[in-house]
T-cell receptor, first 114, second 111 residues
Framework: DVKVTQSSRYLVKRTGEKVFLECVQDMDHENMFWYRQDPGLGLRLIYFSYDVKMKEKGDIPEGYSVSREKKERFSLILESASTNQTSMYLC?????????????FGQGTRLTVV | DQQVKQNSPSLSVQEGRISILNCDYTNSMFDYFLWYKKYPAEGPTFLISISSIKDKNEDGRFTVFLNKSAKHLSLHIVPSQPGDSAVYFCAASGGAQKLVFGQGTRLTINP
């Protein structure tokens, strides 16, 4: 069974804090993703990585950075948290194939910035 | 620019009837489409997919239809059950190794 695990289910942080969201997958997937989910906006891609130490910006990378030092781990970093980064954050992973992509998601981290 | 659109934020259906969720896309390079289901406080789970070389894919109570000329796909659930109440996301990919999602439709099945 594919497992994508996010380190926290709920987080409350103060404005200006540096925040780390951790994600680990156990299926040796090459691709890993960070999305955020907001009402009425769906899932928007923040960053993705297709290999260790490789990263690409998604649709909304501003205010975020990522780190992928090991294949199984993909971290999302909020350099200086702001209230507009209050959201549900979802990590996902997938195999690198030429045809289709079925991404497997973690349980999500509900981040509140106060 | 929203490349994948789900124009109905919510849908309410009676138990036992058919649920039809719709999705439109603008990028003609998309060649694979997926539906995900999401319960509150959980991550999305894969439901069903379809390749652009097909126009229909069926899995039990779930059927996805693809109309490439209209850039439209739909998910049919029949018969609808209370456990189907969730948010449904349409997603598309076009060889860039990433999925583009729609805004989601909240489906409520009424007893």
């Amino acid at each position: 069974d594919v497992k994508v695990t996010q380190s926290s289910r709920y987080l409350v942080k103060r404005t200006g804090e540096k925040v780390f969201l951790e994600c680990v997958q156990d299926m040796d997937h090459e691709n890993m993703f960070w999305y955020r989910q907001d009402p009425g906006l769906g899932l928007r891609l923040i960053y993705f990585s297709y290999d260790v130490k490789m990263k690409e910006k998604g649709d909304i990378p501003e205010g975020y950075s990522v780190s992928r030092e090991k294949k199984e781990r993909f971290s999302l970093i909020l350099e200086s948290a702001s209230t507009n980064q209050t959201s549900m954050y979802l990590c996902a992973s997938s195999l690198q194939v030429s045809t289709f992509i079925e991404a497997f998601f973690g349980q999500g981290t509900r981040l509140t910035v106060v | 620019d929203q490349q994948v659109k789900q124009n109905s934020p919510s849908l309410s259906v009676q138990e036992g009837r058919i649920s039809i969720l719709n999705c439109d896309y603008t990028n003609s390079m998309f060649d694979y489409f997926l539906w995900y289901k999401k319960y509150p406080a959980e991550g999305p789970t894969f439901l069903i997919s379809i390749s652009s070389i097909k126009d229909k894919n069926e899995d039990g109570r779930f059927t996805v239809f693809l109309n490439k000329s209209a850039k439209h796909l739909s998910l049919h659930i029949v018969p609808s059950q209370p456990g189907d109440s969730a948010v449904y996301f349409c997603a598309a990919s076009g060889g860039a190794q990433k999925l583009v999602f729609g805004q989601g439709t909240r489906l409520t099945i009424n007893p």
